[in-house]
């Protein structure tokens, strides 16, 4: 029986070792989320329109520094005052079978958003300017809107191949097995809950990628992925832990990469939130509506103390809503800067504006009652249970008291949505163009009664915001624009609704040995994966042909061939012995 | 002969079947099963809708939306109408088989039910019937030499580990072999990248296999074991026992031929009990070892919160135990000859 048991694993060591050679070239990467399709008019969880970003380029695309470059689009141009776009599609787009890309492709794509409600899901709202999209000859395609914009409305929509989606019913197609897509990886197989598998496009227009595909592995916990990293099972991981970033610092061959990410995180304040039809909302305590109340406690967070002490200095300080990754759009308008974390000038503040400390140092409003106000967060994430201890702390000192709540995600998105907070812990990541995210600050954007309808960043409004919005909307000149959003993003600063704290650094790590060459979005310092784009994964180089962690000898066959001989000599004497204990009693 | 002392420490629900004919036991028994499962459905139903969070409005939530996208999202799940129109729809579309289409998935539910439930009952499959096999063998033989170094070493150890959390002992087994020492993977039912066949994909899972089914079973066995042990205890006084030594068979055949199967009727409760549950999987082994699980599977559906996956697994995972239930009564008076006596 030992010698049947060897066997087995001998059998399993050599054609394991021979699968090794062929799964060589492929890069093995982490995916710690949820897929739920690969339908890109159906996809909106993050790491299934992150990996449809590997395999559908949109007319037009972005470039290692987030700045538009062309996608399937070569040049672009506007006319009409921005409300005609006229997109050249290059002669050498081809799909992934070798058909040409043409104008037919995108006037598919487009037209089954607009007139077909079910596809709809993933990028509707993109696509609400569009009058109609129609090609004027085979590389040629036309947008007619319906008022001007500035945000390129080629962006963000990937194009399918119409050969293909036509023979589809689209609102039911999984597209999850040998797709055809013009990015440089195409998937070829999806194992649900377990393997996402692409392979390079021969005929990506940039070049062949020099990875001959890719094995994006699921681990539902960040743990595992971690160990899987240090013992080869996969190459890169992102999605880290401060804590599991720093046990990773002293491994030989990994190399960490701590970017620039598009993630602010941020104190928000109930300015007293309204609906749609101007109805006061939710139970946010009434004495926040003083902006100088706001401002006080704008002016009691220290955002240095909280980078340093919360994310183990791993993100930088906040400023206005756009992150450092943005370089047009990052930072205060010329002449504002972010309100300095000062506890006494809080204090002189508050005493100036007629807020009496009581006996036990807590201040009370305009109505006499004590100055307490509810502080939620998010009882996954553990960076908002550090940050409460704090902000309960320095609040303290300048007379107010906080009562902590931390709950679900969705506790907390419900709770917002309606108004029902005093102070949360929100944050949002920001793609390239900034209209969307300043498009939930605007006036329309508040929700029903019910919590339906838009959704509201703050539950504020401003005529000021919404004309600078406008403007920045419409705007064509790049740099003019560039001052309207910044003047917009300070605006809603300076309303003390949303107060940026930090830029998380997404913290990535990877084996050196294995894999090098990454383009990370920014050029400099930015990160690998959950890029806008495909850089990362498109420029990666494979260092070594040898797969030294497959196939050879599995370090589990020799301690089980102990633990077998072992057994069979510990039953072989137990045997014996029973069969000599009967013979005596007999 | 029915011994009065026996029948009275037997079911007091078979009181009354006791003795009575198969066709009526099945109808009682057959008949408790589907008020189970009619109840079931309703709660089921109700439950989830206490959730906090509406399906459309997370869906959407930090999407730009236009504004008649949520309602038509809600319409197209159905979330508009009044609550018992939609029990009634769902109750309707059960009888067919269509347990809904996944909010988050876009896909029946019953496919992806069927898709997850190889891997699943493979995981819990395999660590029932060796915590079943290895604490039924190791309870007999405690009981058996009672008080003896086996006896309080095993069950010591086993109610150890009965005590430990399963995903505490799983991440410390998945650190000890996949990380450090490496000999095992750190996840995943197969090798990723590395399309087997035949003898090597059933290697390649059952090296996979190894660190959950461990975890499982260390954490569980202890419960066959207690059990085993309790009731062979019982059994060892009896009056034909000795009769079995008097007639001159070894102190094992004593052991294995007699007492032992006699024992072994309370644990055919559990261990139906046990089938019944396979299905719903293992949330905390599948997360640690990233295995694909229907366990994994229903916690997800929890955040949009995804109704029609949430219910529809509901349903599925507690027929199952309904059922097995129902299958344990009759094998039950199958084996217990006394139980058809009249």
């Given at each position: 029986m030992l010698a049947v048991l060897l066997a087995l694993a001998g059998g399993a060591v050599a054609t394991t070792s021979a699968q090794a050679q062929e799964s060589d070239k492929t890069l093995k990467v982490s995916l710690v989320g949820d897929i739920d399709t690969f339908n890109p008019f159906l996809a909106i969880l993050l790491s299934s329109t992150g990996l449809n970003r590997y395999q559908y380029e949109a007319l037009v695309g972005y470039g290692k520094n987030s700045e538009p470059v062309p996608g399937i689009a070569e040049k672009w141009e506007t006319s009409n005052q921005g409300k005609t776009w006229t997109f050249t599609i290059g002669e050498d787009r081809k799909w992934s079978d070798g058909e040409q890309i043409t104008a037919d492709d995108v006037v598919y794509t487009y037209t089954s958003i607009l007139e077909t409600p079910a596809l709809q899901e993933a990028n509707g709202g993109l696509v609400t300017n569009i009058d109609k999209v129609e090609a004027s000859d085979p590389q040629t395609v036309v947008f007619t809107l319906k008022s001007a914009q500035a945000s390129n409305p080629g962006q963000e929509i990937p194009i399918v191949p119409e050969h293909i989606w036509s023979e589809q019913d689209a609102t039911k197609f999984k597209a999850d097995s040998d797709v055809v897509g013009s990015g440089p990886y195409t998937l070829t197989s999806f194992k649900t809950g377990q393997t996402v598998e692409m392979k390079a496009n021969p005929h990506f227009w940039r070049g062949k990628s020099k990875i001959d595909g890719l094995t994006f592995v699921s681990y539902k916990n960040s743990d595992a992925a971690v160990q899987g990293l240090k013992s080869g099972d996969i190459d890169l991981v992102d999605g880290l832990t401060p804590a599991q970033y720093e046990s990773l610092e002293k491994s030989d061959n990994i190399k960490l990469n701590a970017g620039i990410g598009r993630r602010y995180q941020a104190l928000a304040i109930n300015p007293g939130a309204i609906d749609k039809d101007g109805k006061p909302m939710g139970d946010g305590n009434p004495a926040l509506k003083d902006e100088k109340l706001r401002q006080a406690i704008f002016m009691a967070i220290d955002k240095e103390t909280i980078v340093k002490r919360v994310l183990n200095g791993l993100g930088t300080v906040g400023q206005t809503e756009v992150p450092a990754t943005y370089q047009d759009y990052f930072g205060f308008a010329d002449g504002h800067e972010a309100v300095p974390f000062d506890l006494d000038a809080a204090n002189q503040l508050l005493d100036d504006a007629g807020y009496e400390k009581g006996a036990d140092g807590i201040r009370e409003d305009k109505q006499g009652e004590p100055l307490v106000l509810r502080l939620m967060g998010r009882n996954t994430e553990s960076p908002h249970a550090q940050m409460a201890d704090f902000v309960e702390s320095w609040l303290k000192e300048i007379g107010i008291g906080t009562e902590t709540q931390l709950v679900t995600p969705d506790k907390v998105n419900e709770d917002s949505t309606l108004g029902k907070y005093d102070l949360y812990f929100t944050g949002w990541s920001l793609g390239p163009d900034p209209d969307a995210q300043l498009a939930?600050?605007?006036?329309?954007s508040r929700p029903n009664a019910d919590g339906s309808g838009n959704t509201s960043e703050n539950n504020w409004c401003s005529s000021e915001f919404d004309q600078l919005f406008k403007a920045q909307h419409a705007e064509l000149d790049k740099a003019k624009r560039a001052d309207l959003v910044k003047q917009a993003f300070t605006t809603i600063y300076e309303a003390y609704v949303s107060n940026p704290i930090y830029y998380i650094k997404p913290l990535e790590a990877y084996r050196s040995d294995r894999v090098d060459g990454f383009v990370t979005q920014p050029e400099k310092g930015g990160v690998i994966l959950n890029q806008n784009g495909y850089w990362g994964l498109y420029s990666a180089e494979l260092t070594s042909a040898d797969a030294a962690d497959d196939g050879g000898t599995p370090g589990w066959l020799i301690p089980a061939a102990v633990v077998v001989v072992l057994a069979g000599i510990a039953g072989f004497v137990a045997v014996r012995r029973r069969g000599g204990a009967a013979e005596d009693r007999e | 002969m029915t011994d009065p002392v026996v029948a009275e420490t037997l079911g007091h629900d078979d009181e009354e079947v006791r003795g009575s004919s198969l066709p009526r036991y099945l109808a009682l028994k057959a008949g408790g099963a589907l008020v189970s499962l009619a109840l079931v459905v309703v709660l089921g139903f109700f439950t989830f809708r206490v959730l906090p969070g509406d399906p459309a409005i997370t869906m959407t939530r930090g999407r730009q939306v236009t504004p008649g996208e949520v309602e038509r999202l809600r319409q197209a799940m159905g979330l508009d109408q009044p609550l018992l129109v939609q029990l009634g729809h769902f109750v309707r579309d059960l009888f067919t088989g269509d347990l809904g289409t996944s909010y988050v998935y876009r896909r029946p539910v019953t496919e992806l039910i069927g898709e997850y439930l190889g891997p699943t009952l493979l995981l819990t499959g395999s660590a029932a019937i060796i915590s079943i096999i290895l604490g039924l063998w190791l309870g007999q033989k405690a009981a058996w030499r009672r008080n003896s170094w086996f006896d309080k070493t095993h069950t010591g150890l086993a109610l150890v580990f009965w005590s430990v959390p399963t995903f505490w002992l799983g991440l410390l087994l998945l650190l000890m072999f996949g990380g450090w020492l490496q000999w095992l993977p750190t996840g995943g039912m197969t090798t990723p990248g590395a399309h087997e066949t035949g003898l090597a994909y059933v290697l390649d899972v059952a090296e996979h296999l190894v660190l959950p089914v461990t975890s499982m079973v260390a954490v569980v066995y202890a419960q066959y074991l207690m059990v085993m042990r309790a009731s062979v205890l019982e059994e060892m006084s009896a009056d034909y026992l000795t009769t079995a030594r008097a007639k001159g068979l070894r102190e094992d055949l004593v052991r294995t031929r007699h007492a032992v199967p006699n024992a072994l009727l309370p644990t055919v409760t559990l261990i139906f009990l046990t089938i019944g549950g396979l299905i719903a999987g293992a949330v905390t082994v599948e997360t640690v070892f990233s295995w694909p699980g229907l366990g994994y599977l229903t916690y997800k559906g929890l955040s949009a919160p995804d109704l029609p996956l949430l219910q529809g697994t509901f349903v599925v995972f507690s027929a199952a135990v309904i059922v097995m239930n129902f299958v344990a009564d009759l094998v039950y008076r199958v084996l217990d000859p006394r139980l058809k006596a009249s």
């Open positions: 939930m600050n605007t006036c329309d | -």
